[in-house]
């Protein structure tokens, strides 16, 4: 297997780069920047995780996915896709544990992308991704509800439904001055966008509530009063102490992490594709990504991957190449700097009602009706399995249970379709009447076996669709009866064999050699003579009996016979 040569498109799209581009691309970033701020701030608070550590994310990570990347425009930072991941971990093994686990999955990320399993993802059905993000989505949702409502209460539990069990016992201590902040930024969000779209929402909703509690001296929580000071400086580069233990505990949260990451920054990727016109190198996208998180392990920072929402305004608003994503990294570093303190004041139900409208818009619930409406019953199973999976248990385990059920019922599916058919024996006359009609252009199928003549003590089997394990059953309908001395086997309509389907013929030609029976295949396709002939099972058929089409192995059973 080949691996890919490091080619981030920073080094093969900037032939030609010119002042304009220039310009347009600082334009894109600042206002990308100024899209990441509060999302940021948001989404490190539901991970668990002080504000702070979210900037860090856009500023390291988002660099390093825009200096390495495979994608001329997407745009690295701090994502709702692995909030639950992450609080999870640092509920169990605190900020270290998540350092530890951010590089890890960064390893496993570029392995990943130097072993080409970049173009793997896409065999994952839309039913998964679409399942396993409404079960992110459900999981913010519910993380958000003591922020929005001030429920006066402990530490929000881990599991979805142990959120919603707790809220249930604290209904009646609803913070009023909370609630309305909260809604008066929910209506902000809701109603802006009606109207404009230059301006970010989640920021307008920000300048609007901060200066009414401040004015109004409402007594709501705020980043300062449940964070204290925020640092203002650049993140510090720290080694976390290693232990052998603590990396065994923390490898499946690693791989959920590093799976998460790969499908959503790969999705962003086609989502940017498809507004540019362009194509991106998944696998450099993979190394990318990794590269990233491993930075922001060192530096303590929320794990990176590509955001959607971010990548796609900075294509509407003119970036065109990864300049506009280093430019956002950097305005987010100045607004660390010089900003900082003045984001101690933001209303922490600001921030929940933020993170609800992207719970709101990762549900997709259109989809979900539209798929319980219209398709197949088997496809809408795997989609609510998984949306369970994850509510109930968790994200990596919900992936692995909509895989496995989309792949058996793929395997159903093909096994559905694949069939071995006998041809009817035609006589001379049969044969003869049929040429006539094909002269009369009243034949439809040219290669039907109909214009043929069959020799005598010789079927002809038609296998049609993949040969599989699942499939291996219908080589017991090749019968023969007992003046058979010589069996094709079309093959025209066979696409792929495995090992087992191989196996299975190999028996089929061993029963066919103790009856005194030759067996003629015709029509092998190139992967499945490719199989046969690795195992040594063309040579046991004999060459001479693997014809190229019908009318060479009819003359052949014709030799024979």
């Known amino acids: 297997m080949k691996t890919p040569n490091m080619k981030p498109k920073i080094l093969t799209c900037m032939k030609g780069y010119g002042a304009g581009q220039f310009k347009n691309d600082v334009i894109a970033g600042i206002l990308v920047a100024v899209i990441a701020f509060p999302l940021s701030v948001a989404l490190a608070i539901a991970s668990g995780m002080s504000p702070e550590r979210g900037l860090y994310s856009a500023i390291v ?15 690295g930072g701090a994502t709702a896709a692995t909030v639950m991941t992450v609080f999870t971990i640092v509920e169990e ?40 993000t409404a079960g992110i989505a459900m999981g913010i949702f519910s993380g958000q509800l ?17 959120k919603f069990i707790a809220y249930a016992g604290v209904l009646g201590t609803v913070d009023l001055p909370t609630l309305v902040v909260g809604l008066v930024a929910m209506a902000i969000l809701i109603v802006l966008p009606k109207f404009t779209t230059k301006i970010p929402n989640s920021l307008a909703a920000i300048l609007v509530t901060t200066p009414l509690v401040i004015l109004l001296k409402l007594d709501v929580a705020t980043i300062h009063s449940v964070y204290g000071e925020l640092p203002s400086h650049f993140p510090t580069f720290v080694v976390p102490q290693l232990s052998w233990e603590l990396i065994e505990a923390l490898i499946p949260s690693a791989v959920t ?19 540019m016109g362009e194509r991106h190198d998944s696998n450099q996208e993979l190394i990318a990504e990794g590269i990233a998180n491993i930075f922001c392990g060192f530096f303590g920072a929320v794990p990176v991957a590509g955001a959607v929402a971010r990548a796609s305004n900075s294509v509407k608003s003119g970036g065109r190449t990864p300049i506009a994503g280093l430019v956002h990294s ?10 900082m303190p003045l984001a101690g004041y933001i209303p922490i139900p600001t921030l929940s009602a933020v993170l609800i409208m992207v719970a709101y818009n990762m549900s997709n619930w259109r989809e979900f009706v539209y798929m319980g409406k219209h398709a197949p019953k088997s ?35 093909m096994s559905d379709v694949t069939r071995v058919r006998e041809w009817d024996y035609v006589s001379d006359e049969t044969a003869a009447g049929a040429e006539e009609d094909a002269v009369d252009g009243t034949a439809a199928d040219p290669d039907s076996l109909s214009l043929r003549k069959v020799p005598a003590h010789t079927v002809v089997y038609e296998i049609e669709g993949p040969i599989f394990f699942a499939t291996v059953d219908e080589m017991l309908n090749i019968t023969a009866g007992p003046h058979t001395k010589v069996i094709v086997l079309r093959m025209r309509s066979v696409p792929s064999i495995d090992i087992t389907a191989l196996q299975s013929m190999e028996n089929f030609l061993k029963r066919c050699e103790n009856r005194h029976i030759t067996l003629i295949l015709s029509h092998v396709n190139e992967h499945p003579y490719a199989v046969m002939e690795k195992a040594g099972l063309t040579g046991k058929i004999g060459l001479e009996n693997i ?11 014709r030799e024979l016979v």
């Open 61 to 75: 990570g988002g660099f390093m996915v825009s200096l390495f990347g495979g994608s001329k425009v997407n745009i």
């Open 93 to 132: 093994f605190g900020l270290a544990g998540l350092a530890i686990a951010s590089i890890m999955a960064g390893i496993l990320l570029i392995l990943m992308g130097l072993l080409r399993f970049g173009a793997l993802l896409k065999y994952i059905p839309r039913t998964i991704t679409l399942g396993f």
């Open 146 to 162: 003591k922020g929005f409502f001030g429920f006066d209460m402990g530490a929000i539990p881990v599991k979805v439904m142990d």
């Open 257 to 275: 992490l590093a799976i998460l990451v790969a499908i959503v920054s790969l999705l962003a990727c086609v989502v940017t594709d498809g507004l």
């Open 330 to 339: 950097v305005v987010v570093l100045l607004i660390l700097l010089f900003l």
């Open 379 to 413: 496809d809408f199973a795997v989609l609510m399995v998984t949306f369970i999976s994850g509510v109930l248990v968790d994200l990596l385990f919900a992936v692995e249970m909509g895989v496995l059920m989309s792949a058996i019922l793929f395997m159903r599916r």
């Open 547 to 557: 014809c190229d089409n019908i009318d060479t192995a009819l003359e052949r059973a």
